[in-house]
Each structure stands twice: as C-alpha cells, then as structure tokens.
C-alpha cells in the first residue's frame, strides 16, 4: 500500500529528500510523473490512464507534505522500509488504508517509474 502523511505533520520537510521516487512533496506544490524518474512526454500508466509525465499535476494537499499514491512504492526496490516513516520525527509517515498494494504491484511500479 502507499504512504500517506497525516494531518499531525510539523512541515519539517525530513521526508521529502528521502523518497526515492520523488513521489513527496511540500503542500501546495504541483507535482509531476517526471519528477525523480525515468519518466517524459506522453505516458501510459499501469491503470491504462494517459498523461504527459512533464505536465505539473494539482496537489493533493495545501497545507502538509503529501505523498502521491501512484508514486509512491513504500521504497519496495530500493529499501527495505518505507524511508519517510524511517526519518519522520512525529510518525505521521502511515500506511495508507484506501490505497493497499501488494509487493509485486509495488515492485511493478518501480520498475515503471525507473524504467531504463
């Protein structure tokens, strides 16, 4: 499943640099596929959706960190755990219920985003 950051967040920004997938980001910033991937112009995501990974997205929230869901791949990959949960001072790093994944579609999604 994804990370999701809880409203309990300081805006510290601990979590943002560790991301291997540059799937966090500080509220209110827009947020694009390309960011921290291998990622550019028109793509087809794993749910058949098209998208220009270099047009900026709407951010998911205004006021805290927030982390993308079709981003993020709780590290799978890369690390052994979630990496934002690793360094958050207050644990408001969580997994995230209304996104649960297994690890081969996180895997999968790594290997997507990363693709060489």
Known sequence: MAIIITDECINCGACEPECPNTAIYEGA???????????????????????DADDAQTPISDEIYYIVPGKCTECKGFHDEPQCAAVCPVDCCVPDDDHVED??????????????
Not at 103 to 116: I, K
């Open 103 to 116: 690890e081969e579609t996180l895997l999968e999604r790594q290997a997507f985003l990363h693709a060489e």
């Open 29 to 51: 910033d827009d947020w694009r596929y390309k960011d921290g991937t291998s990622l550019s112009g028109k793509i087809v995501l794993p749910d058949g959706t098209e998208v």
